[in-house]
């Protein structure tokens, strides 16, 4: 029988659909996000770093256009600002903008996606998709918020549930506040987000969930949609090597290591044999 590789992952199997018989399964997309987890984390912009990730899925992403239209949504939000503004004042600004009709979103606010909620469609999780359409999830809905906040100065990141995303922003004090941004960006309390999503005393002392990520790991995060990609494109190698390569840089993350959990037994083994 052939014996495959996966290049740059050093993967081997003795069968695999998605792979060419006898040739390589190189992973370009695998190797950009690396460069981008080893660069220092002040050099790291976010929204750059989604959209690049993005367009390993829709290669009709345009990032310079994308980055420029984020720079021009930030700089009308500016202009409607005080000299001095505080960083309140700008927090509460930025909610009005993105989720209230109003001239800067031509009366055109940004919506939770009742639809699909959970994102279940790759597409409805991309960026470009959630600013042109105006209706986002989980994922889309804070990291927009997260780009436009930071370019306004706001001390804000991204934190996780189970099976959510939300921003955590810090004020002038230190203070740390949850938002949850697909109900307006509302104050919400730790309770809360505990009753909705049940998660242990243990899990929150070890830092899986409810803290502000690095852009490491916010990194980390946005590639979990790539990883989502492979699964829904029936790549299972692929699939099995991003889950093992993010959880390289981020060992604590839950959406990797589920996944990695259940790939099929096949893959499993072929991933141990290779860490032996």
């Given at each position: ?70 720079d021009e949504m930030a700089r009308g939000i500016r202009k409607t600002l005080p000299t001095g503004a505080s960083k309140r004042l700008v927090l509460d600004a930025l909610r009005f903008h993105i989720y209230q009709p109003n001239e800067w979103n031509g009366r055109r606010p940004f919506q939770y996606d009742l639809e699909d909620p959970f994102g279940r469609v790759i597409k409805n999780k991309l ?150």
């Open positions: 029988m052939d014996k495959i590789e996966m290049a740059g992952t050093g993967i081997y199997t003795r069968y695999g659909s998605e792979a060419k018989r006898g040739g390589a399964l190189p992973d370009e997309n695998r190797n950009t996000i690396q460069k981008m987890l080893e660069a220092p984390e002040a050099s790291i912009d976010l929204s750059t770093a989604k959209l690049v990730i993005d367009r390993m899925m829709d290669p009709s992403v345009d990032v310079d256009a994308t980055l420029e239209q984020l960026l470009s998709n959630y600013l042109s359409n105006r209706k986002g999830n989980c994922v889309s809905m804070p990291l927009l918020f997260i780009f436009l906040g930071q370019r306004l100065g706001l001390d804000v990141s991204l934190a996780a549930a189970p099976n959510h995303l939300f921003v955590q922003w810090r004020d002038s004090d230190g203070k740390l506040y949850n938002l949850e941004t697909t109900s307006g960006a509302g104050f919400t309390r730790d309770a809360w987000l505990r009753q909705q999503s049940p998660m242990t005393d243990i899990a929150l002392k070890s830092g899986i969930y409810m803290r502000p990520m690095s852009k490491k790991e916010a990194i980390v995060t946005m590639a979990e949609t790539l990883m989502a990609f492979y699964e829904k494109q029936n790549e299972p190698y692929r699939h099995a090597a991003m889950a093992h390569f993010l959880l390289k840089y981020s060992p604590n993350d839950i959406c990797a290591l589920l996944n990695l959990g259940s790939m099929p037994f096949r893959v499993a083994l072929d991933l141990r044999e290779h860490a032996a």
